[in-house]
């Protein structure tokens, strides 16, 4: 029998949390849940605590403080590791993400080792945005592109099912993302230990509860570390082209 983790990484998302977990345990009742808290002020890692105590299937990991959303999410993947779990579904904690759309990805599995919930392939798209967060999102995503060499369409939603022995072959100690970013960084890493990625068409719907946290000082920052990256991957490409040439004298 396979192991899932379902991940979720909160700050200030109790209210949604609170009606998050029961239609995860619907969707996938299999599914172990890790609620990663960072020490949320209203009370969210209480909350994970009682949801906890209640069902075996809901483990937490209380963080100190606010820490970014990269390594909240990166926590997960190591304890997916090294808890031994088959597969992790990352999602936002605040019902922008669908939780019906779970057990298609899951389904994906089967042939692939990354399954990405995608606003921006065919039959995808988003609700109740701006015309500048749309802008922002899609020049991310086309950045990320250009810069990583990626072919998903979707690089910047965090809603992604990965296959942990995949995970378990990177480097993360390597990670520069921090925030945001870190989505862009996972496909860029995923894809240089040959992982296979599938995309799903999805309806990203805005968040229940609560405010955005996504603002243009994040989209710049995420521009920077993609661009780093992609400086990474020339350089790196440079140098093996440098020893290919020098093998063959």
């Known amino acids: 029998m396979t192991k899932t983790l379902i991940t979720l990484c909160t700050y200030n998302e109790c209210e949604n949390i609170a009606l998050l977990v029961p239609e995860l345990h619907t969707v996938a009742p299999a599914a172990t849940i890790l609620i990663i808290d960072d020490n949320s002020p209203d009370g969210t890692g209480r909350l994970a605590d009682r949801l906890s105590a209640a069902d075996s299937r809901v483990q937490v990991l209380h963080r100190a403080g606010k820490m970014g959303l990269g390594t909240a999410t990166l926590a997960g993947f190591h304890y997916a590791i090294?808890?031994?779990f088959d597969f992790v579904v990352n999602l936002d904690a605040d019902f922008s993400h669908n939780p019906k759309y779970i057990p298609e990805l899951m389904?994906?599995?089967?042939?692939?080792?990354?399954?990405?919930?995608?606003?921006?392939?065919?039959?995808?798209?988003?609700?109740?945005?701006t015309a500048v967060r749309k802008l922002m999102s899609q020049s991310i995503n086309f950045w990320a592109r250009l810069c990583l060499g990626l072919s998903t369409q979707d690089n910047s939603g965090s809603f992604r099912c990965y296959r942990v022995s995949k995970l378990a072959e990177i480097d993360w100690s390597l990670t520069i993302a921090k925030g945001y970013a870190f989505q862009e960084e996972v496909l860029y890493r995923?894809?240089?230990?040959?992982?296979?990625?599938?995309?799903?068409?999805?309806?990203?719907?805005?968040?229940?509860?609560?405010?955005?946290?996504?603002?243009?000082?994040?989209?710049?920052?995420?521009?920077?570390?993609?661009?780093?990256?992609?400086?990474?991957?020339?350089?790196r490409c440079r140098v093996k082209r440098i020893?290919?040439?020098?093998?063959?004298d």
């Open 243 to 248: 020893q290919s040439d020098g093998s063959q």
């Open 82 to 84: 090294e808890n031994q």
């Open 107 to 129: 389904a994906c599995m089967s042939q692939y080792d990354v399954a990405i919930a995608s606003r921006y392939v065919r039959g995808g798209g988003v609700a109740g945005w």
């Open 190 to 235: 995923c894809q240089r230990v040959r992982c296979r990625m599938f995309e799903i068409p999805i309806i990203f719907e805005d968040r229940r509860f609560g405010t955005t946290k996504i603002n243009l000082g994040e989209c710049l920052t995420a521009g920077w570390v993609i661009f780093a990256l992609g400086v990474q991957r020339l350089f």
